[in-house]
């Protein structure tokens, strides 16, 4: 049972906009923090955004002020609006719960290319 889906990645120009969506099963998503972790290559995942089942965010230095964290509690999806990116945004991006110990299968993550 596939339980996180990752979509939106695509090519887009430094200074663009994209909008990255995860669909996750209810019952990892109605009662977890989640979050959003990127993975460039030859680069170790790291930690992009979280937000709590209430809404509450928080973001890595990085990406604070460009990109925003949101959440469809109706639609069992998170959301990744990624603002002004720049070319070290260039990772595959994954979404999943944000607390280690409870954190499900890694789904394929989706591509986000961005070029100079």
């Known amino acids: 049972q596939v339980q996180l889906v990752e979509s939106g990645g695509g090519l887009v120009q430094a200074g663009g906009s994209l909008r990255l969506s995860c669909a996750a099963s209810?019952?990892?998503?109605?009662?977890?923090?989640m979050g959003w972790y990127r993975q460039a290559p030859e680069n170790q995942r790291e930690w992009v955004a979280t937000?709590?089942?209430?809404?509450?965010?928080n973001y890595a230095d990085s990406v604070k002020g460009r990109f925003t964290i949101s959440r469809d509690n109706a639609k069992n999806t998170v959301y990744l609006q990624m603002n002004d990116v720049k070319p070290e945004d260039t990772a595959v991006y994954y979404c999943?719960?944000?607390?280690?110990?409870?954190?499900?299968?890694w789904g394929q993550g989706t591509l986000v290319i961005v070029s100079s």
């Open positions: 999943n719960v944000a607390i280690a110990s409870f954190r499900r299968p």
């Open positions: 209810r019952s990892i998503f109605s009662i977890n923090t």
């Open positions: 937000i709590t089942t209430g809404g509450n965010t």
